[in-house]
């Protein structure tokens, strides 16, 4: 089974950038599409962003698009989010998670379709 090891997560002032990674320190990373996820304090966890096993496909909430690119580079099993523009609601535990399937149909992008899960990296957008 996969095991998953986020990093790059930090404090940014508004309108900065971060770059997060996923490792997949147990397992191919390839097989699977990846999400990524956060969670913001007091609420439950949502997507964020995904990519089919190829990095073919790239999938966004609307919240986040056109200033947040997921991406993978399979060779060196590792996912990554780039993240620009953040704003203070930005603010969460972001975690990466992956999927076996290859249909990505509405609704594909849940967290209840994801896992394992790991420990999470903290991004704090704040002046």
């Given amino acids: ?12 002032q508004p309108g900065g ?3 997060l990674s996923c490792a997949a320190s147990k397992g191919t ?3 699977y599409a990846v999400g990524w996820f956060r969670q913001p304090p007091g609420k439950a966890r949502e997507p964020v962003a995904g990519i089919n096993w190829s990095g ?3 999938f966004y909430e609307d919240s986040v698009r056109g200033r947040f ?6 060779p060196k099993n590792l996912a990554y ?9 930005d603010t969460a535990v972001y975690y990466c998670a992956v999927n076996p399937t290859r249909r ?9 379709n994801f896992g394992p899960w790991g420990q999470g990296t903290q991004v704090t957008v704040s002046s």
Avoid: C, F, H
Wanted: net charge negative; hydrophobic share 35%; glycine share 12%.
């Fill in 69 to 74: 690119t997921i991406s993978r580079d399979n």
């Fill in 1 to 12: 089974q996969v095991q998953l090891v986020e990093s790059g997560g930090g404090l940014v």
């Fill in 56 to 58: 073919g496909l790239t």
């Fill in 81 to 89: 989010l780039q993240m620009t523009q953040l704003k203070p609601e």
């Fill in 29 to 31: 990373l390839s097989n």
């Fill in 104 to 112: 990505y149909e509405t609704g594909w992008l849940r967290a209840s």
């Fill in 17 to 19: 950038s971060l770059t």
